[in-house]
């Protein structure tokens, strides 16, 4: 009988560990610049809002998809940032805030990776440096955000254009 035990406590706790290593490692915006300068890498912060189902479906797929969540994971330091979040956010010298605006706010540091157009889901790209390369806005399939997340890993968008780059890509998924 103890054998037994053991045995199906040895398989639910493989299963866990299974279904754990199948999840992307999100980080707080804050985690991820204290990784970045001990460790650069790019940095992937998905933007999103309690309220959004395109945000959801994104999350439910795109996030879920096993050749994502091992390229961003080991490529990206990869951010949940909400849009809405009412806590302060300080960055490169400037404190970022909630800001009431009708009936939702937003949060500023939401709305200058977005350059003011807020959009959800979003997803903005920066460099090791911690530079905005770009935000991309809208929910992506997985095919489509594999590209993406490829042109901004390895400077790739340095060393080719987009139209070029997603001709010669080759998917995994």
């Not at 439910?60 to 091992?70: A, G, L, Q």
């Not at 490529?75 to 956010?89: A, H, S």
């Not at 404190?95 to 605006?101: D, E, H, I, L, P």
Request: proline share 3%.
């Amino acid at each position: 009988m103890r054998n037994f035990i053991f045995i199906i406590v040895a398989l639910v706790s493989l299963s866990v560990h299974a279904q754990n290593q199948n999840k992307i490692v999100w980080l707080s915006f804050e985690e991820a610049m204290e990784k970045s300068e001990k460790e650069p890498k790019p940095i992937l912060i998905d933007i999103y809002t309690d309220w959004c189902g395109w945000c959801k479906k994104m999350d439910n797929t795109t996030y879920k998809n096993d050749v994502i969540v091992d390229y961003v994971n080991e490529n990206y330091y990869p951010v949940k940032l909400n849009g809405e979040d009412r806590n302060d956010i300080s960055f490169q010298g400037k404190t970022f805030t909630y800001k009431a605006q009708g009936r939702r706010g937003y949060h500023e540091l939401a709305a200058a990776l977005m350059k003011g157009k807020l959009s959800y889901p979003s997803t903005a790209f920066m460099n090791k440096d911690k530079q905005l390369l770009q935000n991309v806005p809208g929910y992506m399939a997985e095919r489509k955000f594999e590209k993406v997340l490829a042109f901004f890993n390895d400077e790739n968008y340095k060393k080719t254009n987009w139209k070029d780059f997603e001709k010669k890509f080759k998917s995994s998924i």
